[in-house]
């Protein structure tokens, strides 16, 4: 192992049914109204952390939420957990604005998210 090589979790995805109404108890929650607001993604930045809202589950198809570990090296860090006996769902790659993210399952079937920002 290398030491610790994440910066934490800092991004929380959550598949949603119904995208006004989950932005509305989402922004009750947080005290504060999205930053990004489109009809595909809604996302809020809250003390430090990034809350998204996933219409459907998205094109990944989450059924439930994803917590994003960031990393300084997501090929490298997919690379470890794999070797340690996690398989992968989403190979990495770029969601825009230089973003890399990958998913992984861990043995108990868990999807861990990683995400590198360049």
């Known amino acids: 192992m290398t030491g610790s090589s994440t ?15 989950a932005k509305a108890v989402y922004a009750a929650l947080l005290g504060m ?3 990004t607001d489109s ?3 809604v996302g809020f930045e809250a003390e430090g952390q990034h809350i998204g809202l996933v ?9 439930s939420p994803v917590a994003y570990w ?18 992968v ?5 770029e969601v825009g604005g230089g973003r890399l993210v990958a998913t992984v399952i861990d043995s108990d079937g868990n999807v861990l998210g ?3 920002d360049r």
């Open 7 to 21: 910066h934490g979790i800092k991004t929380v995805l959550h598949p949603v049914s119904d995208l006004p109404k």
């Open 33 to 35: 109204e999205p930053q």
């Open 39 to 41: 009809s595909y993604y």
């Open 55 to 63: 219409p459907g589950g998205g094109p990944q198809g989450m059924t």
């Open 70 to 87: 960031h990393v300084t090296d997501i090929e490298a860090k997919l690379a470890e957990v794999i070797a340690a006996g996690a398989t």
């Open 89 to 93: 769902k989403e190979a990495a790659h």
């Open 114 to 116: 990683l995400l590198q």
